[in-house]
Structure formats: structure tokens, C-alpha cells
């Protein structure tokens, strides 16, 4: 699976920005897709989750009722819809696919998408 991710940019606090990422291969609906994120210095951490068919997402806390995952799989991508951006999320995102079930490491993620980053200014 190669995974292309897009739509990062520089956005004011309190705005709005939609990730996507488009996957290449057939099998896209079998995979849990990840969305990661980091910021210079830190981690790369977990941030939201999609099972194969959208029936169960997984959110970190610290994105909560801001961000929304969603899925197309008929047309290979996974999107994340990020409202009430704050400075804090600020870093580069990060699409990953895993097909061994639902996890919120990123070591567990078979394959990564390049990366886009999102800016948040206060």
C-alpha cells in the first residue's frame, strides 16, 4: 500500500483545515488507517483511528470532539476534518495503514504516507 497524504497548511487559530490521503492498492478497505502527528522535538503522536469499515473510530483526548476521521473506501482515502485548531497542533500529519487490527502506536503501522504540514498561528 502506498499511501500520498495532502491538504496540510497554515491556518489561523479557531480555523479549519480537511487532511486526505489516497492510498494506492486494492485492499485498502481491509486496513485500519491512522492519523499521526509531530511536532519538532516530540514524539510522533497518535491522533485518530479508523476500523476497515467505519464502524469504530479511536481519538486521542487531546483532539476530541475537534477532529473527525472518515473514510471512502471506493475511493482509497481516508480523510480528517480538524475545526477549533489551536497553536498546539501544530506539526507534521501523518496517514498510516495497518491491517494486524486497531492501535494507537505507531511502530504497529505497516505504511506511512510522507507527511503534510499543518500550522496552526495563534
Known amino acids: 500500500v502506498q499511501l500520498q497524504a495532502c491538504g496540510g497548511g497554515l491556518v489561523q487559530a479557531g480555523g479549519s483545515l480537511r487532511l486526505s490521503c489516497t492510498a494506492s492498492?486494492?485492499?485498502?478497505?481491509?486496513?485500519?488507517m491512522g492519523w499521526f502527528r509531530q511536532a519538532p522535538g516530540k514524539e510522533r503522536e497518535f491522533v485518530t483511528a479508523?476500523?476497515?469499515?467505519?464502524?469504530?473510530?479511536y481519538y486521542a483526548n487531546s483532539v476530541k470532539g475537534r477532529f473527525t476521521i472518515s473514510r471512502d473506501n471506493a475511493g482509497n482515502t481516508v480523510y480528517l476534518q480538524m475545526n477549533s485548531l489551536k497553536p498546539e497542533d501544530t506539526a507534521v500529519y501523518y496517514c498510516?495503514?495497518?491491517?494486524?487490527?486497531?492501535?494507537?502506536?505507531?511502530?504497529?503501522?505497516?505504511?506511512w504516507g510522507q507527511g503534510t504540514q499543518v500550522t496552526v498561528s495563534s
Open positions: 498510516a495503514a495497518t491491517d494486524e487490527g486497531y492501535s494507537s502506536n505507531w511502530y504497529d503501522y505497516e505504511y
Open positions: 492498492g486494492r485492499t485498502f478497505s481491509s486496513y485500519y
Open positions: 479508523i476500523s476497515p469499515i467505519s464502524r469504530i473510530l
